[in-house]
């Protein structure tokens, strides 16, 4: 038997916006004088499905159809300002922003239908693009009708911005310590590993990947998947296959083509299992918080535990190529000496250099 | 029909599959021109002189930048969080990797711009290259700049990004085992099939068009407006749709030099990346060098954390002091530890440039902190599990900020996990919630941290 199999497991937590704050994200909303909505946005949608995200928020907040509602990010001449599809803060911050135009919107929608049903707008709601009186649903008029009324009677474009902005977190250099929450939200994840090692050849092969993670609401949950999936893919690349520099730190023998850089393919799949939890944040829209960039972090801790279950060794550089297996498991036959400091058992005592290097400012030799 | 929560398919699914999406080099103008990038072929090298006159006098070149073409060369894009640029547009008197632009070209076409590009001539001093983190520090470390070799302006002034809780040398004194370890990730490739890729058309009253794969049009425009000195309305960016980011087209990379060639050449000009210099010169996620010694009690409490971190930035800061930051924000993973001492680094090596990417500052401690959880629960003979549940953050306890958490879920992900691939927990961790720490699960060590301690 040179083939040995493992479970690894790893829980982790990543937060949502820009580290300590302060970027903003905008949005402005029209009504077209049919009652369908534009929407008008910086947000760039990097292929995680911002766009789609953001029109679910806008038709829910409205109550009009999802078919209703578009969106353009096309340009910086149209669109208010985005700080960027960065920092896991899309569907937060973006979301807060299309969110909040779209209740001015409502709100305007509702004071209007309120003018012509002659009913207090505190007593109407708006069902699938309709402003219907509460409890009497046969009084009613349509956001169409409203929105060409606006237009063609009032004299006026039915709109309203919205700004999501979270005031930045000054921080304490000597501690680190901030006086607000340096993010929007935080959200969690674990993972489990299968893996395969062949002691032989040094080859790990992932079976298996189960993973759960918190996203407050899945505003789109084939969408949450995507990137579940996705970035799982990404961890597996951490794990098991990428490196820019193959003799790091030297510099030479970099790829420079895809033929001698080993991403992952779909050879290397394992199965796949997503569960999403909602814990919903106090903030969020709808709840939401972030899923997108912590969708690779996981893996690949939760793929070194499992080959330390299969094999009983640690490969804490990455990625875990099948050379270090091979020389790990050298290492392990060879056997470690148990190493005690100050009546204390120190495990894995690789040589830190952190007590020389907080000792002495310059000058310092970092073991190698 | 409720929209939020459906299973909605997304807009342009169809249009990424059947080749029916419109990126930027789809975006095709009669007449646009070609760059091209000279770029360093020397790791850190001194430039003695730059002669662009072949070059120049070349038929179907119609513009050659370098530095003294740019109202602002050195621009940090993130100065407004208080982080200084370090990093020329264009090089000027210093290379300090391989695959730095020193000057660009327009041309007719894409071969006559690559020509061109090497018919400028440069003369170097080469300097001995600097790589390996570990020796940076050493006096006789090789030079990346001449303040020294890691970044010293957090907060201004600091040569560090620090942590410091609680009673480090109290938990340390306390612990039954100390838990060491070494984590180092490598450097990635973000990899997007669209390499990186701009078209910039003047039009008229003076404005500039520049179609871009940015992440961050504003942001993007910002940079490109800083370096020009123009007012935002003088330019107008056109983006949206990005064939793969990942966090390597924040950068900015080809749209501030497209736009000094259409300026100069006053022709739409388009520069695209070729797969090699998409690998080669794009910027990548950064290698990390972590060193943690945890306090740990032989029942399997995570008392205290020092941990060393040696972030390698490549030749120039970029967006590594934020990134640093954040993982100083987050190294200790979905637990509380109550006493911390943390000390990050942002070192310059003679390398491609590192920026962000998917994870930025928290991907490399996910795998250290994880990893040694994993080994303080071997070295204990404990289960990993139960040892996760015990450190598990709960409302209430503080982070390394000290900020409250108000709605962990590390425990829930840890039991729906078990669930999911048939794992027993203990009845007591089947039970937990991540309410307030009482009982059992508040000893002693931990009720310092808390927010508010007179909740418990």
Same mark, same amino acid.
């Given at each position: 038997?040179?083939?040995?199999?493992?479970?690894?497991?790893?829980?982790?937590?990543?937060?949502?916006?820009?580290?300590?704050?302060?970027?903003?994200?905008?949005?402005?909303?029209?009504?077209?004088?049919?009652?369908?909505?534009?929407?008008?946005?910086?947000?760039?949608?990097?292929?995680?499905?911002?766009?789609?995200?953001?029109?679910?928020?806008?038709?829910?907040?409205?109550?009009?159809?999802?078919?209703?509602?578009?969106?353009?990010?096309?340009?910086?001449?149209?669109?208010?300002?985005?700080?960027?599809?960065?920092?896991?803060?899309?569907?937060?911050?973006?979301? +807060?922003?299309?969110?909040?135009?779209?209740?001015?919107?409502? $709100?305007? %929608?509702?004071?209007? !239908?309120?003018? =012509? #049903? /002659?009913?207090?707008?505190?007593?109407?709601?708006?069902?699938?693009?309709?402003?219907?009186?509460?409890?009497?649903?046969?009084?009613?008029?349509?956001?169409?009708?409203?929105?060409?009324?606006?237009?063609?009677?009032?004299?006026?474009?039915?709109?309203?911005?919205?700004?999501?902005?979270?005031?930045?977190?000054?921080?304490?250099?000597?501690?680190?310590?901030?006086?607000?929450?340096?993010?929007?939200?935080?959200?969690?994840?674990?993972?489990?590993?299968?893996?395969?090692?062949?002691?032989?050849?040094?080859?790990?092969?992932?079976?298996?990947?189960?993973?759960?993670?918190?996203?407050?609401?899945?505003? +789109?949950?084939?969408?949450?998947?995507?990137?579940?999936?996705? $970035?799982? %893919?990404?961890?597996? !690349?951490?794990? =098991? #296959? /990428?490196?820019?520099?193959?003799?790091?730190?030297?510099?030479?023998?970099?790829?420079?083509?895809?033929?001698?850089?080993?991403?992952?393919?779909?050879?290397?799949?394992?199965?796949?299992?997503?569960?999403?939890?909602?814990?919903?944040?106090?903030?969020?829209?709808?709840?939401?918080?972030?899923?997108?960039?912590?969708?690779?972090?996981?893996?690949?801790?939760?793929?070194?535990?499992?080959?330390?279950?299969?094999?009983?060794?640690?490969?804490?550089?990455?990625?875990?190529?099948?050379?270090?297996?091979?020389?790990?498991?050298?290492?392990?036959?060879?056997?470690?000496?148990?190493?005690?400091?100050?009546?204390?058992?120190?495990?894995?005592?690789?040589?830190?250099?952190?007590?020389?290097?907080?000792?002495?400012?310059?000058?310092?030799?970092?073991?190698? | 029909?409720?929209?939020?929560?459906?299973?909605?398919?997304?807009?342009?699914?169809?249009?990424?599959?059947?080749?029916?999406?419109?990126?930027?080099?789809?975006?095709?103008?009669?007449?646009?021109?070609?760059?091209?990038?000279?770029?360093?072929?020397?790791?850190?090298?001194?430039?003695?002189?730059?002669?662009?006159?072949?070059?120049?006098?070349?038929?179907?070149?119609?513009?050659?930048?370098?530095?003294?073409?740019?109202?602002?060369?050195?621009?940090?894009?993130?100065?407004?969080?208080?982080?200084?640029?370090?990093?020329?547009?264009?090089?000027?008197?210093?290379?300090?990797?391989?695959?730095?632009?020193?000057?660009?070209?327009?041309?007719?076409?894409?071969?006559?711009?690559?020509?061109?590009?090497?018919?400028?001539?440069?003369?170097?001093?080469?300097?001995?290259?600097?790589?390996?983190?570990?020796?940076?520090?050493?006096?006789?470390?090789?030079?990346?700049?001449?303040?020294?070799?890691?970044?010293?302006?957090?907060?201004?002034?600091?040569?560090?990004?620090?942590?410091?809780?609680?009673?480090?040398?109290?938990?340390?004194?306390?612990?039954?085992?100390?838990?060491?370890?070494?984590?180092?990730?490598?450097?990635?490739?973000?990899?997007?099939?669209?390499?990186?890729?701009?078209?910039?058309?003047?039009?008229?009253?003076?404005?500039?068009?520049?179609?871009?794969?940015?992440?961050?049009?504003?942001?993007?425009?910002?940079?490109?407006?800083?370096?020009?000195?123009?007012?935002?309305?003088?330019?107008?960016?056109?983006?949206?749709?990005?064939?793969?980011?990942?966090?390597?087209?924040?950068?900015?990379?080809?749209?501030?030099?497209?736009?000094?060639?259409?300026?100069?050449?006053?022709?739409?000009?388009?520069?695209?990346?070729?797969?090699?210099?998409?690998?080669?010169?794009?910027?990548?996620?950064?290698?990390?060098?972590?060193?943690?010694?945890?306090?740990?009690?032989?029942?399997?409490?995570?008392?205290?954390?020092?941990?060393?971190?040696?972030?390698?930035?490549?030749?120039?800061?970029?967006?590594?002091?934020?990134?640093?930051?954040?993982?100083?924000?987050?190294?200790?993973?979905?637990?509380?530890?109550?006493?911390?001492?943390?000390?990050?680094?942002?070192?310059?090596?003679?390398?491609?440039?590192?920026?962000?990417?998917?994870?930025?500052?928290?991907?490399?401690?996910?795998?250290?902190?994880?990893?040694?959880?994993?080994?303080?629960?071997?070295?204990?003979?404990?289960?990993?599990?139960?040892?996760?549940?015990?450190?598990?953050?709960?409302?209430?306890?503080?982070?390394?900020?000290?900020?409250?958490?108000?709605?962990?879920?590390?425990?829930?992900?840890?039991?729906?996990?078990?669930?999911?691939?048939?794992?027993?927990?203990?009845?007591?961790?089947?039970?937990?919630?991540?309410?307030?720490?009482?009982?059992?699960?508040?000893?002693?060590?931990?009720?310092?941290?808390?927010?508010?301690?007179?909740?418990?």
């Amino acid at each position: 038997m040179t083939k040995h199999q493992g479970r690894g497991i790893a829980a982790i937590e990543y937060p949502t916006g820009m580290n300590q704050n302060g970027d903003p994200s905008q949005a402005w909303i029209k009504l077209k004088m049919d009652g369908r909505v534009d929407v008008f946005a910086g947000t760039v949608d990097i292929g995680q499905g911002s766009k789609t995200i953001h029109s679910q928020i806008v038709a829910d907040t409205l109550g009009v159809p999802m078919d209703w509602v578009t969106m353009d990010t096309s340009n910086t001449d149209s669109s208010a300002f985005c700080m960027g599809t960065f920092a896991s803060r899309g569907t937060f911050i973006g979301g +807060n922003a299309v969110r909040l135009a779209a209740e001015k919107v409502r $709100g305007r %929608i509702l004071e209007i !239908g309120g003018e =012509l #049903l /002659e009913i207090d707008p505190g007593d109407l709601e708006i069902i699938d693009g309709e402003v219907v009186a509460k409890g009497s649903p046969d009084k009613k008029i349509g956001v169409g009708d409203i929105a060409g009324a606006a237009t063609f009677v009032k004299g006026e474009l039915i709109s309203g911005q919205g700004t999501a902005l979270k005031e930045y977190a000054t921080l304490d250099p000597e501690t680190g310590a901030v006086t607000i929450p340096p993010h929007s939200a935080i959200s969690y994840a674990a993972c489990a590993a299968e893996v395969e090692v062949d002691v032989e050849t040094g080859d790990v092969r992932v079976l298996k990947l189960t993973q759960v993670y918190d996203v407050g609401c899945a505003i +789109n949950p084939t969408m949450v998947e995507g990137q579940i999936e996705g $970035g799982a %893919i990404q961890g597996l !690349g951490l794990g =098991l #296959l /990428e490196n820019c520099y193959p003799y790091y730190p030297s510099a030479e023998h970099r790829g420079g083509q895809f033929g001698s850089y080993l991403a992952p393919s779909m050879e290397d799949l394992p199965e796949l299992e997503c569960i999403i939890l909602e814990n919903p944040s106090a903030d969020g829209p709808f709840g939401a918080k972030a899923i997108g960039e912590m969708a690779n972090n996981a893996q690949p801790p939760a793929i070194a535990a499992a080959i330390y279950d299969a094999v009983g060794i640690w490969v804490t550089e990455l990625p875990i190529t099948p050379e270090k297996v091979l020389r790990a498991l050298e290492a392990k036959a060879a056997g470690q000496p148990e190493s005690t400091r100050d009546g204390k058992v120190v495990r894995y005592d690789e040589a830190l250099s952190m007590s020389s290097f907080q000792a002495a400012e310059s000058a310092v030799r970092f073991a190698v | 029909m409720k929209a939020v929560g459906a299973r909605l398919p997304r807009y342009d699914a169809t249009e990424h599959v059947t080749s029916g999406t419109r990126y930027v080099d789809d975006v095709r103008i009669p007449g646009t021109l070609w760059a091209k990038a000279l770029r360093s072929p020397h790791d850190n090298a001194e430039i003695l002189s730059i002669d662009t006159s072949k070059a120049e006098a070349m038929a179907g070149v119609h513009a050659v930048v370098t530095f003294k073409d740019v109202h602002k060369n050195v621009h940090g894009h993130i100065e407004g969080l208080g982080i200084p640029g370090d990093e020329p547009l264009l090089a000027e008197t210093h290379v300090r990797y391989k695959g730095q632009p020193i000057a660009a070209v327009a041309a007719d076409s894409e071969a006559l711009a690559q020509r061109a590009t090497e018919a400028i001539e440069v003369t170097y001093k080469v300097l001995p290259a600097l790589f390996d983190v570990r020796k940076a520090f050493d006096a006789d470390a090789p030079q990346a700049h001449h303040w020294g070799n890691w970044y010293p302006h957090f907060e201004g002034e600091m040569d560090r990004r620090q942590i410091r809780k609680g009673d480090i040398e109290q938990a340390f004194a306390d612990a039954d085992v100390i838990v060491q370890g070494t984590y180092r990730p490598a450097a990635i490739e973000h990899v997007p099939l669209e390499t990186q890729v701009c078209q910039v058309v003047p039009e008229a009253g003076g404005r500039f068009v520049v179609y871009s794969a940015t992440q961050a049009m504003y942001f993007s425009m910002g940079v490109v407006a800083a370096h020009l000195n123009w007012p935002l309305n003088k330019l107008k960016f056109v983006g949206g749709t990005t064939g793969g980011g990942f966090g390597g087209k924040v950068d900015t990379a080809t749209e501030t030099i497209t736009t000094l060639l259409a300026i100069k050449s006053h022709r739409p000009v388009r520069w695209r990346w070729t797969r090699a210099e998409e690998f080669l010169f794009s910027s990548t996620r950064a290698a990390w060098h972590m060193e943690i010694a945890d306090a740990v009690t032989k029942d399997g409490w995570i008392l205290g954390r020092k941990m060393l971190t040696l972030h390698d930035a490549g030749a120039f800061a970029r967006f590594s002091p934020y990134g640093v930051t954040k993982h100083a924000f987050h190294h200790t993973g979905a637990y509380t530890i109550p006493n911390l001492e943390f000390n990050g680094f942002v070192v310059y090596t003679n390398r491609t440039p590192s920026t962000a990417m998917r994870g930025f500052g928290v991907t490399s401690v996910s795998f250290a902190t994880e990893t040694h959880l994993e080994r303080i629960a071997q070295t204990l003979g404990m289960d990993p599990l139960e040892v996760r549940m015990k450190n598990a953050t709960r409302i209430g306890d503080t982070s390394p900020n000290g900020i409250p958490y108000t709605d962990p879920s590390t425990v829930p992900v840890m039991q729906a996990l078990s669930g999911a691939v048939g794992i027993e927990l203990p009845a007591h961790y089947r039970t937990m919630t991540s309410a307030i720490r009482s009982g059992e699960d508040l000893p002693g060590h931990l009720v310092a941290q808390l927010g508010n301690p007179e909740d418990h």
